[in-house]
Nanobody
């Protein structure tokens, strides 16, 4: 059973930066893709970014391309999401997830274990 613990969320102003971290335990972390998703109030959970098991390939939703960077440190069983130039529309609960696959999938169906989420609020 994998456990994921996110951290790094908070309240920031538009244009600021935040780095989210997700520490994983209980599973062979380096074998699987990792992803970040977010859910805003009243909306469905949506894909944000994913990274291949080895870290060589990354995928992003269009709205965050050029602003967000996903990375991973397999030695530390941790995945990160560096978020720059934050916008009010980035406000959401951010979740990390472990993939059922090794490639950087954008499909929520390819992710099977979830963290508890961390709140990111961006004020205008």
């Amino acid at each position: 059973q994998v456990q994921l613990i996110e951290s790094g969320g908070g309240l920031v102003q538009a244009g600021d930066s935040l780095t989210l971290s997700c520490a994983a335990s209980g599973r062979t972390f380096s074998t699987y893709a990792m992803g970040w998703f977010r859910q805003a109030p009243g909306k469905e959970r949506e894909f944000v970014a994913a990274i291949r098991y080895s870290g060589g390939t990354t995928r992003y939703t269009d709205s965050v391309k050029g602003r967000f960077t996903i990375s991973r440190d397999n030695a530390k069983n941790t995945v990160y999401l560096q978020m720059n130039s934050l916008k009010p529309e980035d406000t959401a609960i951010y979740y990390c997830a472990v993939g059922r696959v090794s490639f950087a999938s954008t499909s929520i169906a390819d992710f099977g274990s979830w963290g508890q989420g961390t709140q990111v609020t961006v004020s205008s």
